[in-house]
């Protein structure tokens, strides 16, 4: 199977400052990857993914990072703003039976102090 | 584009009652999920649909819970009889299909279920 791990639930950052939040997996059949923002009372908003043939993409302000020797993902947020506070997840499509299964890891809790 | 429509928004019922959540996709969206999200954890695939068929429903709890889209458009997700611990948040989520990998999925903003 694969599971999700979560290195840290909560992230506290200053604004204007860099946020990374990062992710462990376990499996290295895994071969993409997906970040999501949550926040309250909403469903998760796609924010960007990467899949296995790469170690690095750029979106707008944010960068995701792939390690598969260690199986570890990152987010990073550059200038980090009021806005961006919310729960970030990780997740992993799995590919145990035909079309995959997204496995969400338990998320981290960003806050960002004005 | 209208996004993913569910309701209720919020639900509390007392344990060994019924419940139903209500489902829109995105127009044209072949692929529609059903989560789990339990109080800070991440959420939880309960079923997939492609269409109108069932591609994935190994961790729905089937004693209890249910699941159709019986015209490939809207899904329902019910609970009979529920218990304490199916207090959750529901999300329902679409794709245009192929999988995750291909399509990015949408979801909408869940329905809140309480059970005391």
């Known amino acids: 199977g694969e599971s999700v791990g979560l290195h840290l639930p909560t992230l506290s950052v200053q604004e204007g400052d860099n946020s990374i939040i990062n992710c462990a997996y376990s499996?290295?059949?895994?071969?993409?990857f997906i970040w999501y923002k949550q926040e309250s009372g909403k469903g998760p908003q796609f924010i960007i993914d990467?899949?296995?043939?790469?170690d690095k993409r750029q979106g707008q302000r944010v960068t995701v990072l792939l390690n598969k020797t260690v199986k570890h993902l990152s987010l990073q947020i550059a200038a980090t703003q009021p806005g961006d506070s919310a729960v970030y997840f990780c997740?992993?499509?799995?590919?145990?039976?035909?079309?995959?299964?997204?496995?969400f890891g338990k998320g981290t809790k960003l806050s960002v102090k004005p | 584009e209208a996004g993913v429509a569910q309701s209720p928004r919020y639900k509390i019922i007392e344990k060994r009652q019924s419940v139903a959540f209500w489902c829109n996709p995105i127009?044209?969206?072949?692929?529609l999920y059903w989560y789990q999200q339990i109080l800070g954890q991440g959420p939880k695939l309960l079923i997939q649909?492609?269409?109108?068929?069932?591609?994935?429903d190994s961790q729905l709890p089937k004693d209890r819970f249910s699941a159709e889209r019986l015209k490939g458009v809207d899904s329902t997700l019910k609970i009979q009889p529920a218990k304490l611990e199916d207090s959750a948040v529901y999300l329902c989520?679409?794709?245009?299909?192929?999988?995750?990998?291909?399509?990015?999925?949408?979801f909408g903003q869940g329905t809140r279920l309480t059970v005391v």
């Open positions: 499996n290295s059949a895994s071969d993409y």
């Open positions: 997740a992993v499509v799995y590919y145990g039976g035909s079309q995959g299964n997204l496995i």
């Open positions: 649909f492609q269409n109108n068929g069932v591609v994935d």
């Open positions: 127009s044209g969206h072949a692929t």
């Open positions: 990467i899949r296995s043939n790469m």
């Open positions: 989520a679409s794709s245009h299909g192929g999988g995750w990998a291909n399509t990015e999925a949408f």
